[in-house]
């Protein structure tokens, strides 16, 4: 079992950067690939960026150069650092853990989810 605790999220004017981060705890988390996903009201929840248990990472194509995705296995977390964000940046983001350590961009192979930390991109 993993617990995900996101936090982070909040206002930021378009243009501006926001850190969010990810807690886990439970199960070994060195060993389990972790992902952002994000969902807008009214569409369905979509993937951003996925970390391997090795650092690997993988990016949606929508936020390649301004997103990075990082993990701290000492810490046990996982940071989603965004920049440039547009003002169609505004849904909840949701952290997600998965059994396996290799990276997938597809939901339904991810297990476990936080409760969503809300970005609003605002002028």
């Known amino acids: 079992q993993v617990q995900l605790v996101e936090s982070g999220g909040g206002l930021v004017q378009p243009g501006g950067s926001l850190r969010l981060s990810c807690a886990a705890s439970?199960?070994?988390?060195?060993?389990?690939?972790m992902a952002w996903f994000r969902q807008a009201p009214g569409k369905e929840r979509e993937f951003v960026a996925a970390v391997s248990w090795s650092s690997s990472t993988s990016d949606a194509d929508s936020v390649k150069g301004r997103f990075t995705i990082s993990r701290n296995n000492a810490k046990n977390t996982v940071t989603l650092r965004m920049n440039s964000l547009r003002l169609k940046n505004t849904p909840f983001y949701y952290c997600?853990?998965?059994?396996?350590?290799?990276?997938?961009?597809?939901?339904?192979?991810?297990?476990?989810w936080g409760q969503g930390t809300q970005v609003t991109v605002s002028s």
């Open positions: 439970g199960r070994t988390f060195s060993s389990t690939a």
């Open positions: 997600a853990a998965r059994e396996w350590g290799s990276i997938s961009t597809s939901l339904e192979s991810y297990g476990y």
